[in-house]
């Protein structure tokens, strides 16, 4: 089951069959087919331009979520290395009479080998069952993302998301806060939606002393579009610290607002617009 992805940081299968849909059991019985788990809301796209068969759509506005054809995905695992969220798996149900293969992203080093025997971890981290690493690939286009791909028995194959970690810490490790290593270039853009740089909402903080996050975003927009500042919020609170030395716990966030889309004459009249493919 699940609470869901704003409670439990991963999302639940019935967030991901609503959001993304699900492959039939006639689809699986074909071979390997990729499998979203996006479920957010967010202005991201990197998997659709991945796809060598045009099988992933996310269209317009830059907000939906992915929907994977089916019947065009080859299992290639292209996607599963681009996608900046970690979010796409491959599975394989074909893979022999007793297990079933999943494929995903991997950014912890030492990687694992094929032939290694590791401990299988469901979606929010939790061991299942003992996998078999299959296969290792690191695609030269997203070399810091390596794709695994691990058999475990086929009951275990919609929980199944990752493995733990081969040099993983001790449970009772506490880890230190990562500091940034500097402040972010004045040439990136922070709010994706908006197209708003760092350098811009650093001169809103300093010419226009915004110290808070709703300021910036009534100066310069950032925390304004589609995703209401989902993605851009956090960093937009951290140039904010880096010019006034707050503490993030003294910058007050941005009023929170239900999420508010434009409709077009066209979606009012009925048309259907935005999807992949569209004519
Ligand atoms: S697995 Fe390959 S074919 Fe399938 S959606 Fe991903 S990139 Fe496209
Ligand atoms: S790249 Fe990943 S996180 Fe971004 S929309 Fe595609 S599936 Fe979602
Ligand atoms: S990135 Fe979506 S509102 Fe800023």
Known sequence: M?????????PSME??????????EKRFAKGPVAIA??????????CEGACPSHAICVGQPITNTPQVDREKCTGCGLCVAACSGLAIFVIDKTYSETEATVSF???????????DKVEALTRGGEYRCEGTIVRVMNPKRNDHTAVVTMAVPKEYIDDVRTM?????PKEE???EPVIPDGPIDD??????????TAGEIRKAVREYKGESVTEIKRRVRAGMGLCQGRTCGKLVTRIIQEETGKKPNEILPSTDRPPVRAVTFGELAG??????GDE
């Open 164 to 168: 733990k970690r081969l040099n993983a």
């Open 173 to 175: 490790t506490v880890f």
């Open 37 to 46: 788990e996006c479920v957010q809301e967010i202005p991201c796209n990197p």
């Open 105 to 115: 992203p991997f950014e912890y080093l030492p990687l694992p080998e094929p032939g």
């Open 2 to 10: 699940g609470n869901g992805v704003i409670i439990d940081g991963f």
């Open 271 to 276: 048309a259907k617009e935005g999807g992949c």
């Open 187 to 196: 040439d990136v853009i922070v709010c994706r939606c908006e197209e708003i």
């Open 15 to 24: 967030e991901i069959k609503k959001a993304n849909g699900w492959p039939t």
